[in-house]
């Protein structure tokens, strides 16, 4: 299963914009991302709703996963990390912006 974790760095958390510009990045990859953070279930990365309720503020570490039955290639399984870590990425810049 690939796995990335990164930190939120938007000043308010995944809440209003910065929730909405990562769920639609994470829609646009197709793939079944789910994100959780310590002490809470994994969400489906994919809800707005799921994301902003499940209160991932500012500084938190979150993982980014993708499971195992959604990769079935060597290629895809590729393609999903280069996914999450592109997510991870702006989970990280958001805070610049």
Do not use: N, W, Y
Request: negative net charge; glycine residues 6%; hydrophobic residues 45%.
């Amino acid at each position: 299963m690939p796995i990335h974790k990164a930190v939120v760095s938007a000043s308010i958390g995944l809440h209003a914009r910065p929730a909405a510009v990562f769920v639609r990045a994470v829609t646009d990859t197709g793939l079944p991302v789910t994100i959780r953070k310590a002490g809470i279930d994994s969400v489906d990365a994919r809800s707005l709703l799921e994301v902003m309720t499940a209160d991932f503020h500012h500084g938190c570490e979150v993982e980014l996963s993708i499971s195992e039955s959604a990769v079935d290639a060597p290629q895809s399984l590729q393609a999903a990390e280069a996914a999450l870590q592109t997510l991870a990425e702006l989970l990280e810049s958001q805070g610049a912006h």
